[in-house]
């Protein structure tokens, strides 16, 4: 089992639409969980962390993570097109652990 | 300001260089890492240096050294290797070492090729 899994993708949403990304971990005891975007040919950009269970917004994103069904999300509100990225989330336990990363698009 | 700095931004080598990377942080942070990233795969740890001491090496190939001559500075040492180890070189620092909850911040990388 990955230690820590994201659908690959690709996955289209609409212009101005509400885009859900999921991540799922193994590590029970994970306590620190992140969201980086990254854009073909640069390096991965902090956009979240989370490290309690709820949710916790941030402009158009917002990361919500359940610590019982060791599940994180992030959801990106009123998508643009500057949004299209793959998306790595990334889990904490001695080190820092990457999912695969789901790539999106944001269809004008 | 969450700055970390990579020179050079590209390197092509041939497998009898020696080469080196060079990272640069002044955010104060007391940790630092290198991450070697492939196409469309995520980044892979390679080394973790906390206070400027190597904590964790994730069994790397001798042929990549790395450096921390100060608690800003970190660098990768190349030499002799191989087309396969052509890929994304990322820097990143945090605030702690880990495993604190600690966010960690990349640098642009260095996209080296090995010829």
């Known amino acids: 089992q990955k230690e820590v899994e994201q659908n690959s993708g690709p996955l289209s949403v609409p212009e101005g639409a509400i885009a859900s990304l999921n991540c799922t971990y193994s590590?029970?005891?994970?306590?620190?969980f992140f969201w980086y975007r990254q854009y073909s040919g640069k390096s991965p950009e902090l956009i979240m962390s989370i490290y309690s269970n709820g949710d916790k917004e941030d402009g158009r994103f917002t990361a919500q993570l359940n610590k019982a069904s060791q599940y994180v999300s992030l959801l990106i509100r009123d998508s643009q097109p500057s949004d299209s990225a793959t998306y790595l989330c990334a889990v904490k336990v001695e080190k820092l652990t990457f999912g695969t990363g789901t790539r999106l698009t944001i269809i004008p | 300001d969450t700055e970390v700095t990579q020179t050079p931004k590209h390197l092509v080598m041939g497998m009898t260089n020696k080469k080196s990377l060079k990272c640069e942080q002044h955010m104060g942070h007391r940790a630092m890492y290198w991450y070697k990233q492939k196409a469309k795969k995520p980044p892979e740890l390679m080394f973790v240096y906390s206070y400027e001491k190597l904590s964790i090496n994730e069994s790397v190939p001798s042929r990549f050294s790395p450096e921390c001559p100060n608690s800003s500075l970190l660098n990768l040492h190349l030499h002799a290797l191989q087309p396969e180890d052509s890929a994304l070189y990322l820097c990143a620092s945090s605030q702690g070492p880990p495993p604190g909850l600690y966010e960690q911040y990349f640098g642009p990388g260095t996209r080296l090729t090995v010829t």
């Open positions: 590590d029970r005891v994970s306590q620190s």
